[in-house]
C-alpha cells in the first residue's frame, strides 16, 4: 500500500506542488490514514495545512481508497536534526 501511496505523490501531487517549489513525501501509512511531509517551499508555507487539505488528500483519497485521511507531519527530519547538531559542534 505504501507504494501505491508514493507512486500517486510523485506521480500526481507532486507535479502540483513542484509549480510552487515543493513537493510531498510519504511518513507513514497505517489505520487508513497517510502521515504526508512536505518538502521545499510547501514544507515552509503557512498554508501547509490547506495544501494537505485541498490537494494532497484529495488527490490521493481519490486515487486510493484505501485512504481514509491524510494529516500533515510537522516533525523535523532527522536529517535537519544532524545537519543542525553538526554546526553546533562545528563540525561543518
Known sequence: MKEK???VL???VNPLLASHYGGAILVSFENGI???RLTGACSSCPSAQYTIED???AVLMEEVPEVKEVILDTSV???L???ARKILRKEV
Open 55 to 57: 490537494v494532497v488528500s
Open 34 to 36: 497517510a502521515k504526508v
Open 77 to 79: 527530519s532527522e536529517d
Open 10 to 12: 510523485e506521480e500526481k
Open 81 to 83: 536534526l544532524e545537519m
Open 5 to 7: 501511496i508514493e507512486r
